[in-house]
């Protein structure tokens, strides 16, 4: 069963495990499949699989017991965090979610400049030239996430990567194509400025420069969100 590209791999994968709980196919109390069968049968990668149970132990769906495998939580936890989706159509909820993770990726990215390594400089290169590779906006969201997951794994902190592994998927597939639609800019044009904004962020961050790595974490951050609410004057002060 292949999937197609419209969302991310992981964020597909995540909502077919989440409706297989739902409809009792994956029995809760019961371990998931293994990953190599979900590789086999969903026909994506280690990473995806692992990102994708991540995703799940974050929302309180599953819980993983080292060397054994996943299993399917007994019950939900009522205090797990979660955003409604659908209501991030509506522009001032996407806002409010820019605004959650400016706050939370601006400190990441501080941290990551204070602890990273060259396996996590490395990624977010590849990241960056993934991003400046793409003909249109919607190809840049994969490359986006994997950069800031490498922001976020290179903070050494392991909640950043948690919490990351959640919003991430929610919200930047939502806040790329929100913020394209309402940018009067030409792709190439959005594509090279999304671009370098991510390159300050990276060039902060190989300089081992917390203060700068923040400010342009939330230059960028905040940019996406003037983009969103004053579409015109953003528009017109980049051209």
Same mark, same amino acid.
Request: proline share 3%.
């Given at each position: 069963?292949?999937?197609?590209?419209?969302?991310?791999?992981?964020?597909?994968?995540?909502? $077919?495990?989440?409706?297989?709980? $739902?409809? +009792?196919?994956?029995?809760? +109390?019961?371990?998931?499949?293994?990953?190599? !069968?979900?590789?086999?049968?969903?026909?994506? /990668?280690?990473? @995806? @699989?692992?990102?994708?149970?991540?995703?799940?132990?974050?929302?309180?769906?599953?819980?993983?017991?080292?060397?054994?495998?996943?299993?399917?939580?007994?019950?939900?936890?009522?205090?797990?965090?979660?955003?409604? %989706?659908?209501?991030?159509?509506?522009?001032?909820?996407? @806002?409010?979610?820019?605004?959650?993770?400016?706050?939370?990726? /601006?400190?990441?990215?501080?941290?990551?400049?204070?602890? &990273?390594?060259?396996?996590?400089?490395?990624?977010? =290169?590849?990241?960056?030239? %993934?991003?400046?590779? +793409?003909?249109?906006?919607?190809?840049?969201?994969?490359?986006?996430?994997?950069?800031?997951?490498?922001?976020?794994?290179?903070?050494?902190?392991?909640?950043?990567?948690? #919490?990351?592994?959640?919003?991430? $998927? @929610?919200?930047?597939?939502?806040?790329?194509?929100?913020?394209?639609?309402?940018?009067?800019?030409?792709?190439?044009?959005?594509?090279? =400025?999304?671009?370098?904004?991510?390159? &300050?962020?990276? /060039?902060? #961050?190989?300089?081992? !420069?917390?203060?700068?790595?923040?400010?342009?974490?939330?230059?960028?951050?905040?940019?996406?969100?003037? &983009?969103?609410?004053?579409?015109? %004057?953003?528009?017109?002060?980049? /051209?």
């Amino acid at each position: 069963m292949g999937f197609g590209k419209r969302e991310t791999l992981t964020s597909q994968l995540v909502r $077919e495990i989440t409706d297989r709980i $739902e409809k +009792g196919l994956y029995p809760r +109390g019961l371990q998931l499949p293994t990953e190599k !069968d979900l590789i086999d049968e969903f026909g994506v /990668s280690r990473t @995806v @699989v692992r990102e994708a149970i991540a995703n799940l132990r974050a929302n309180g769906l599953v819980a993983t017991r080292q060397g054994i495998g996943a299993f399917v939580q007994q019950s939900t936890a009522p205090s797990a965090f979660r955003i409604d %989706q659908q209501s991030l159509s509506v522009i001032e909820d996407v @806002v409010k979610a820019l605004e959650l993770r400016i706050a939370i990726e /601006s400190e990441a990215a501080a941290l990551a400049a204070m602890r &990273r390594d060259a396996e996590d400089l490395e990624a977010m =290169r590849e990241a960056c030239a %993934q991003m400046e590779a +793409g003909l249109d906006p919607t190809d840049t969201i994969a490359a986006d996430l994997g950069f800031h997951r490498a922001v976020a794994r290179a903070t050494r902190n392991e909640h950043f990567l948690k #919490i990351f592994n959640y919003l991430g $998927e @929610v919200l930047i597939p939502r806040t790329r194509l929100a913020t394209h639609r309402f940018d009067a800019a030409q792709p190439s044009q959005y594509i090279a =400025r999304i671009g370098a904004e991510h390159r &300050r962020i990276l /060039s902060a #961050i190989e300089a081992s !420069d917390p203060d700068g790595a923040r400010a342009g974490m939330r230059m960028h951050l905040g940019g996406s969100r003037e &983009r969103l609410l004053h579409p015109k %004057q953003t528009s017109a002060a980049n /051209s």
